[in-house]
């Protein structure tokens, strides 16, 4: 009977600690995602504040009330107004690499169809509008002299230059055209990033329908054989 009574009392146990366990975890994760949903809160507002008011205008309190979060949340995430940034533009890039890769695999194996689509996704609504290339131009023009976001940016952009130089070189091999791939790869970057600038800077003839059609003008002038 005592030998019985302990079992059972063991088994108790386990079941409690167990349970115990498992509300622990999920404190856990619920406490990890609400840092998360806030922390997202803080770079959306930071966003807005940039596209509002420009770099330096951007204060802790601005993004606080922007979030509709006090002042405290903020300084508890982030801790200063250049880790905020620093993180706001971490995320920036994040959806923009996230918004191009998703494009190249829709495209499948055909080189052709993944240049035209990633030039494509560079006009996107959800990634080309007026907030987030505002919010862009604001980090550009710091990025000079900060090293911080010089870096940030170094690798992402020499990747994404490399998936531009492959693709170049894959079209010329199959049209035999007798431009250099890294040439070719730098001026429909160039050609990419000077119509966001058009862009950024709301020039009257620039929208992104018009950057659209100036980005396909110029993938048929380059590559005549594979657009017509």
């Known amino acids: 009977m005592l030998e019985t009574v302990t079992s059972m009392k063991t088994s108790e146990a386990r079941d409690v ?3 115990t366990t498992r509300k622990s975890d999920a404190e856990k994760r619920g406490r990890k995602a609400s840092k998360e949903v806030r922390q997202l809160q803080l770079i959306e507002a930071t966003i807005d504040s940039l596209a509002r008011r420009g770099y330096a205008e951007t204060t802790m309190a601005d993004v606080a009330d922007g979030a509709g979060l006090s002042r ?39 080189p052709a169809r993944q240049l035209q689509q ?14 987030k290339l505002a919010a862009w131009l604001a980090f550009w023009g710091e990025a ?11 690798s992402r952009d020499n990747y994404y230059q490399q998936v531009f130089i492959d693709l170049c070189t894959a079209l010329k091999q199959s049209g035999a055209y007798a431009y250099e791939p890294q040439v070719m790869a730098l001026a429909l970057s160039a050609m990419l990033e000077g119509l966001w600038l058009r862009l950024m800077m709301g020039t009257e003839d620039t929208t992104r329908e ?18 017509g």
């Open 210 to 227: 018009t950057a659209l059609q100036a980005a396909n003008a110029f993938l048929a002038a380059a590559f005549p054989k594979h657009y």
């Open 17 to 19: 600690l167990a349970e």
């Open 118 to 131: 990633l030039v494509w996704a560079d006009f996107d609504r959800s990634i080309c509008n007026k907030r």
């Open 72 to 110: 405290g949340i903020v300084n508890f995430h982030f801790e200063s107004k250049e880790k905020l940034l620093i993180a706001t533009l971490q995320h920036m890039y994040d959806e923009y690499s996230a918004h191009w890769r998703a494009a190249l695999q829709k495209a499948g194996d055909d």
């Open 144 to 154: 000079k002299s900060r090293p911080t976001y010089q870096a940030l940016s170094s």
